[in-house]
């Protein structure tokens, strides 16, 4: 039978260690110690992270990725590099443990490493609410192959969707079993017989983390997908959720001149992965009861039946009389929205609608995508989810209550 040394060390007792308390041998000394290091680092690559101990069980968690972030780092330590991408600013150490209750660190071991022509794609950390999914991986790229940093403006980014040498989208893949089989982004869906169909809408996005090594072909980035539908699969509730990966490409820079993304291919494979773990709810759900927000200048009218508050973001759930085959624009956000903490800050979000480019009407400036009547139908039919992602997270315990429009005031009550 096969044994990791973390689980062989699981039973090792040292009665000559001190591990107890803040003794430079303690739990919270260690993580202390880590944490100050990874500041110090462009980026905390798990398997180099340099803790000098001295102790048989506090080496074990410097010896392995499995036994180092599951016994001292948790989810949010793990996923500040992504907000501070977003902010510039380092979280708070409450956001930071905000985040810690709410996600999930994997072990780095085997069952969750994916190994497919030469490359390796393993989740780290994962953060999760209902509507919205952040994954952390270590992408590792086939014996030989250099992953250099990029410069975005001219070089491009690391992504995990392109073309291949056929020039077909290689789109990701999200997998319920029994349920429906869809490709993200893609507004349909392939549904099980004698289940409830499920139309859904998701965005994606990819973000790479700092590198400290920038000449190997190890480079670690966040995949993050919302969900933009009216009802959806929560991404929170347990369930199996299998996510395929094609393999890896660079993005070029959007050429204006041909109005379209290019894709280098870095490599191909299959990587598939169960992102439906069970994570700890932290969910304000606010039943509006279809309170409404209008536009008395072009009569567009949405009614919210739902918003839902989390640590990362609000998903709102609504209905407008926007036509739902205009064709020219989807409404984006509802309407006027203020985030209003205890201390008197908050944030806030204009109502405002998404635009269709298409190649004769690329400017948002044009008429063309102004409302008018003919886009407009009797009573607000067409139903919508949107998400308004945080760029850092909140601590709802400190949410005093959320505005809509000048007379909806919903205060927000906590355990």
Same mark, same amino acid.
């Given at each position: 039978?096969?044994?990791?040394?973390?689980?062989?060390?699981?039973?090792?007792?040292?009665?000559?260690?001190?591990?107890?308390?803040?003794?430079?041998?303690?739990?919270?000394?260690?993580? *202390?110690? !880590?944490?100050?290091?990874?500041?110090?680092?462009?980026?905390?690559?798990?398997?180099?992270?340099?803790?000098?101990?001295?102790?048989?069980?506090?080496? =074990?968690?410097?010896?392995?990725?499995?036994?180092?972030? =599951?016994?001292?780092?948790?989810?949010?330590?793990?996923?500040?590099?992504?907000?501070?991408? &977003?902010?510039?600013?380092?979280?708070?150490? !409450?956001?930071?443990?905000?985040?810690?209750?709410?996600?999930?660190?994997?072990?780095?071991?085997?069952? @969750?490493?994916?190994?497919?022509?030469?490359?390796?794609?393993?989740? $780290?950390?994962a953060l999760a609410d209902e509507d919205a999914y952040y994954l952390r991986l270590r992408i590792e790229a086939p014996e030989g192959t250099v992953l250099p940093d990029l410069d975005a403006e001219t070089q491009g980014r690391y992504v995990l969707t392109g073309k291949d040498s056929e020039g077909r989208y290689?789109?990701?893949?999200?997998?319920?079993?029994?349920?429906?089989?869809?490709?993200?982004?893609?507004?349909?869906?392939?549904?099980?017989?004698?289940?409830?169909?499920?139309?859904?809408?998701?965005?994606?996005?990819?973000?790479?983390?700092?590198?400290?090594?920038?000449?190997?072909?190890?480079?670690?980035?966040?995949?993050?997908? @919302?969900?933009?539908?009216?009802?959806?699969?929560?991404?929170?509730?347990?369930?199996?959720?299998?996510?395929?990966? *094609?393999?890896?490409? $660079?993005?070029?820079?959007?050429?204006?001149?041909?109005?379209?993304?290019? @894709?280098?291919?870095?490599?191909?494979?299959?990587?598939?992965?169960?992102?439906?773990?069970?994570?700890?709810?932290?969910?304000?759900?606010?039943?509006?009861?279809?309170?409404?927000?209008?536009?008395?200048?072009?009569?567009?009218?949405?009614?919210?039946?739902?918003?839902?508050?989390?640590?990362?973001?609000?998903?709102?759930?609504?209905?407008?009389?926007?036509?739902?085959?205009?064709?020219?624009?989807?409404?984006?956000?509802?309407?006027?929205?203020?985030?209003?903490?205890?201390?008197?800050?908050?944030?806030? /979000?204009?109502?405002?609608?998404?635009?269709?480019?298409?190649?004769?009407?690329?400017?948002?400036?044009?008429?063309?995508?102004?409302?008018?009547?003919?886009?407009?139908?009797?009573?607000?039919?067409?139903?919508?989810?949107?998400? &308004? =992602?945080?760029? =850092?997270? /909140?601590?709802?315990?400190?949410?005093?209550?959320?505005?809509?429009? *000048?007379?909806?005031?919903?205060?927000?009550?906590?355990?």
């Open positions: 039978m096969n044994k990791r040394i973390s689980d062989l060390l699981d039973h090792y007792a040292d009665e000559s260690v001190d591990l107890a308390g803040d003794s430079p041998l303690s739990s919270a000394r260690i993580k *202390e110690l !880590t944490m100050n290091k990874i500041t110090e680092e462009k980026k905390p690559r798990l398997r180099r992270l340099p803790v000098r101990i001295a102790a048989a069980a506090a080496v =074990a968690a410097a010896l392995t990725v499995t036994a180092f972030t =599951a016994r001292v780092l948790g989810a949010g330590d793990l996923m500040q590099g992504l907000f501070q991408k &977003w902010t510039d600013e380092p979280l708070t150490a !409450t956001q930071v443990e905000t985040l810690n209750g709410m996600g999930r660190v994997f072990d780095g071991s085997e069952e @969750y490493s994916v190994t497919s022509n030469g490359a390796t794609i393993t989740p $780290i950390a290689q789109d990701l893949h999200l997998e319920v079993p029994n349920f429906y089989y869809s490709q993200v982004g893609l507004s349909k869906a392939y549904v099980t017989p004698g289940m409830r169909e499920v139309h859904h809408a998701r965005s994606w996005n990819y973000y790479t983390l700092p590198d400290s090594d920038p000449t190997d072909n190890v480079k670690e980035l966040v995949l993050t997908l @919302y969900s933009h539908e009216y009802k959806d699969i929560p991404y929170n509730d347990g369930v199996k959720k299998w996510l395929t990966v *094609e393999g890896l490409w $660079i993005e070029l820079p959007y050429s204006e001149e041909g109005e379209h993304y290019t @894709y280098t291919e870095v490599f191909r494979g299959t990587f598939t992965f169960d992102i439906g773990s069970h994570f700890v709810s932290q969910v304000a759900t606010i039943d509006c009861g279809g309170a409404e927000w209008a536009d008395p200048a072009t009569g567009q009218v949405n009614l919210v039946d739902t918003m839902k508050l989390s640590p990362l973001g609000l998903k709102f759930e609504f209905r407008s009389n926007l036509r739902q085959d205009n064709g020219r624009l989807s409404p984006q956000h509802p309407g006027d929205v203020r985030i209003v903490m205890k201390d008197g800050s908050a944030l806030s /979000l204009e109502p405002g609608n998404a635009i269709y480019l298409t190649d004769t009407h690329r400017d948002p400036s044009d008429p063309y995508f102004q409302v008018t009547p003919d886009l407009l139908t009797e009573t607000p039919e067409w139903e919508l989810g949107t998400y &308004w =992602a945080f760029d =850092a997270p /909140l601590d709802l315990s400190q949410v005093d209550y959320v505005q809509l429009g *000048e007379d909806h005031i919903y205060y927000i009550t906590t355990e």
